[in-house]
Structure formats: C-alpha cells, structure tokens
C-alpha cells in the first residue's frame, strides 16, 4: 500500500480543519502533497495499486477517523490540532489519526487548538458599536493570552470626524483598531498582512461582517452570510461550527458562532490585568494590599478616573458570583447537589435544609408511640 511507502520516509504531518461527528478533516502538509505524488508514480509505474490516484503535488485533504487507543486515552481531537495521520488512502480521501501532538494553545469556547491570535470585529454602525459589549469581548480576548487584533467593519457607514472619535477612545482603552468596510474594501487588505502565517480565531457578535470578511479575504470560503434584525438592530446567527480555512497568503483562519455576551470565567484576581489601560498603572506603582481587588481598598493605584473602570466592577463582580457558586458546588455541605437527569445530563439543584424535609422511619415512630403508651399509662 502507499502508506508503507510512507512509512519509511516518516510520519504524515497534517492539521485539523474540520470536526464533525467522529469524522475530522485533515489538510496534510505540503511534504504529504510532494510524497503522495511520488508514491502514486511508482504505483502507476508498476500498475498495481490505486492506478487513478492524482499526482498533484498540492498538500491534500483526508477524511479521517481517530484510533481506538486516542479514544480509551482519553485524547480529544480539536479544529487545529497538529495530528499523526496513518494509513493514508489517498485515492478515497481518507485516513486515521494515530496521534495528537503537543499544543502550542488551547481555547475552550471556541474549542480550537494552535491558535496564534483573536481578530475581534464589531461594527460601528448596522448594528451600533456597544462600548460595553466590545469592552465585555476585549476582557474574554485578553483572558486567553493570545495577541489580540481589533478590526472595526462597515466604516463606510460613519463620517471621518466620527472614526477620528471611536480611535481616539479606543487608543485610551489600550487598543489601535483597524477601519475597514468590507462591503467596499476599504483597508481589508492591510487587515489581511497581519493574519499571514498565523492560525486566527475570528470573533465577535453576530451581524457585524465576520463572514463577509473570511469570504473576501478566502475567494472558497463561501460562508453563509445574514441580514441584521432591523427590529433587534442585532445580527443572526450564520456561523454553526468551527471551521479553518487556508489563507491565500499562507496561514489559517477559524470563523466561530457569534455571541451577544461571553461569558466571564475569569478569576477575580486576575480580571484587572486584563485591562491594557489599568497593567499602565500597575507597570509603574503597585496597590498597598497584594490581594486589593481594586474597589475601596486604601492606597489603590488602579482605581480612579478612566472609561472602563466602570466596567471594570461589574466584570468583578460577576466574576466573584461565579467563583461562589463553583464553591459550593465543590463543597460538600453547600446548599447545591448534583442530582442526574437521565440520558447522561445532571444538573445542580438545592439542597433541603437537612433534618426538616426528611420522612421519619418506622423505628422512629414506633418508638414515639411507645413513649406515648408509657406517658399515658402513667
């Protein structure tokens, strides 16, 4: 077969593009492309095996499967993982991992491996820049540790003067947004440079143009694009699964699901580094307490006057909410219990004040109605 050929030469290299089911999607390497085509030569050469198998030396695509040993390791396969692939049935297309190398990065909402850097779109306008919600995306971006870029879609739709404003306040937040309209490509192509070579998550709500800009910027992306809610001035969901598509320039791009509010499963602690404007303040003094949550603890360098300070308390505290409630759903004598619902689901539901809802036994009430004889025959 041509997978001994391959064998000898060493391990077929490929990235995961796709998951669906147990199925995965894997493009090879360009080293896959070049020995595929010379493995397919010799086959024809000698007329034996797979006599239709193409000879293109670009790197191919293989629906492959995962072993049974990654499945009993527990090893999940993620859209970005660098993979094994064994086996390889050029002809079919097909393949099976054999084993999932160590990764660089790991994003669990998005599940996606590899990844170099976030391009956060929103739109200044068709639907209205929320500076809350942008502000609510940039902490989630910034929690990943991931480099994060800020593209600003459908300038075509705001005055000059108008951009001159939303940079000049986001330069404040700590970020250098880049304008474009993607509809009349406007500076799509100085967004392109940075995306070059490097595996990029895009994100950002629903109906700003996340799915036009991949489908400008990849010709064979073809996704799927929706009209914005006139009623909700808010955008449809388009993006159903996660997905890598090869940049001309080199490099992937991964469109994700649009969410209206992230979720924030940050540590408290933590949360204030995540501020560009406030790691300034703390780069070059330091709070009097070294656990100072940054509210009215005296002798805070943080706290102050700046835009998203704001913000910045309300993140807290829904992060301090969230850390409660993983408390006590640790703790075993919390007012939580984890009851199963069936089919594999559970869920946690409180728990009844202990003693008071509980049913008597039947020694327990026997031996009430004993004392009870005894009282009353005394």
Known sequence: MIGENFAATGQLLGTVVAVQANFYRVQMDQEAGKQRSRGAEEKLDLNTFLPHCPTTSSPPLLLCTRRTRLK???????????VVVEEPDWAGGRGAI???????SELDRPAIANVNQILLVFAVADPPLEPYQLSRFLIKAESTGL?????????????????????????????QPIFISVKDGINTDQAA??????????????????????????????????????????????????????????????????FNQPDMDCIPEELIHYFPEARERLAVASCRFSDCLHRDEPECVVRGDWERYEH?????????????????????????????????????????ESKKYRRVSRKTQLQDLQELYKESEE
């Open 72 to 82: 009993k390791i527990g090893q999940q396969v993620m859209v970005g993982d660098r």
């Open 98 to 104: 054999a084993e999932v190398l160590p990764r660089q």
């Open 147 to 175: 480099d994060v870029l800020l593209c600003l879609n459908k300038s075509d739709l705001v005055s000059p003067q108008e951009q001159q404003q939303i940079s000049d306040r986001l330069f404040a937040w700590g970020y």
């Open 193 to 258: 440079k940075y995306l070059s070579n490097k595996i990029t998550v895009v994100a950002g709500p629903s109906g700003v143009g996340k799915s036009s800009m991949i489908n400008t910027l990849i010709d064979s992306a073809k996704l799927r694009v929706g009209e914005v809610s006139g009623k909700l001035a808010r955008g449809r969901h388009t993006t159903r699964h996660i997905e890598l598509f090869e940049l001309p320039s080199g490099g992937l791009l991964a469109d994700t699901p649009g």
């Open 312 to 352: 910045y308390l309300e993140f807290l505290d829904a992060a301090i909410a969230r850390q409660t409630q993983l408390h006590q759903q640790a703790d075993p004598e919390s007012n939580l219990k984890l009851k199963s619902k069936g089919k594999g689901q559970s869920q946690y539901e409180p728990k009844l």
